[in-house]
């Protein structure tokens, strides 16, 4: 069965770095997919963070995080990353990995949208304290 697992979550002070990984398995790669980050906090909707497309690296990111966190493809290892730094209380959230999906653009500004990736994790969590 085609899956993909996540790792690295743990509890962090506001400030510090935190460095997730997503890997593939079952057969799964991420060879010519576009692969996602995307989080869920308790109450609230889940967000589209960061994805990128394979193998042209096309990058999307959300506002939120843009000039924090990093999505990178580690193309010999077929894994994918989330690098995040300066972390805010905000950041805390269930973070997810997905594949499958695609970036679109709305007129200049490209877009990524959770409901178009089909494989997903079970999720690794993020917590931020002051």
């Not at 790792?7 to 079952?26: D, F, K, R, T, Y």
């Not at 506002?63 to 690098?83: A, C, D, M, W, Y």
């Not at 490209?110 to 999720?123: L, N």
Request: aromatic content about 10%.
């Amino acid at each position: 069965q085609e899956q993909v697992a996540e790792s690295g979550g743990g509890v962090v002070q506001s400030g510090e770095s935190l460095s997730l990984s997503c890997i593939p398995s079952g057969g799964l790669t991420f060879g010519g997919s576009t692969v996602g980050w995307f989080r869920q906090a308790p109450g609230k909707e889940r967000e589209e963070i960061a994805c990128i497309t394979w193998p042209d690296g096309l990058t999307y990111y959300a506002e939120s995080v843009k000039g924090r966190f990093t999505i990178v493809r580690n193309n010999p290892q077929n894994t994918l990353s989330l690098q995040m730094k300066d972390l805010k209380r905000e950041d805390t959230a269930m973070y997810y990995c997905a594949t499958g999906g695609r970036i679109d653009y709305v007129g200049a500004s490209r877009i990524c949208r959770a409901e178009d990736f089909d494989v997903w994790g079970q999720g690794t969590q993020v917590t931020v304290s002051s």
